[in-house]
């Protein structure tokens, strides 16, 4: 009987700190397909890779990954992702992989030197399919404080327009 009482507390505690349903290996956060709307807050904080591919986040807000400054490896590809807060990524010093392919991001509606700021060891950058047309003239974000990145992702356009936009010191 005391058996059976613990196996079932042990069961009860085990499905209520996995909450957000993702499986965790190797430090690594595996969250594809599981219908989330927000990065989840109860993962390990140690994790150093987050994938949260084929979900339904819509909006980083600031300090979004703040909790794992630990991460490497950042994985949102094919959420809804339209918004992203100047502060979103504060906390990460490390990232070196951010790939945010096929979401809807504006990349003219928000200040990309702010908002990138934190992320100096970032090496790749993958933010291709963002683009509603590829007819329009494109204005393409300012990038020029990522000193480190070697990969960088992204559509081109008939007209691109590579100045410097969002340049603030």
Do not use: W
């Not at 349903?21 to 807050?41: E, F, H, M, Q």
């Not at 504060?90 to 504006?106: A, D, P």
Request: net charge negative; glycine share 2%.
């Amino acid at each position: 009987m005391e058996i059976t009482i613990c196996i079932v507390f042990s069961l009860l505690s085990l499905a209520k700190s996995n909450r957000h349903n993702c499986s965790i290996l190797y430090r690594t956060a595996d969250c594809t397909s599981r219908g989330l709307i927000s990065v989840p807050k109860d993962l390990p904080r140690d994790i150093i890779s987050l994938d949260l591919k084929h979900n339904e986040i819509e909006t980083l807000p600031n300090n979004t990954f703040a909790r794992y400054s630990m991460l490497l490896t950042i994985i949102l590809d094919n959420n809804r992702l339209s918004v992203i807060e100047t502060g979103a990524f504060s906390g990460i010093k490390r990232l070196l992989n951010l790939s945010m392919e096929e979401n809807t991001v504006n990349f003219k509606e928000f200040n990309t030197n702010e908002t990138f700021r934190s992320l100096k060891s970032l090496e790749l950058l993958d933010i291709r399919q963002n683009l509603e047309t590829m007819k329009s003239l494109v204005t393409y974000p300012y990038l020029g404080h990522l000193t480190n990145l070697i990969y960088l992702y992204i559509d081109l356009t008939d007209n691109p327009n590579f100045t410097m936009m969002d340049v603030k010191n």
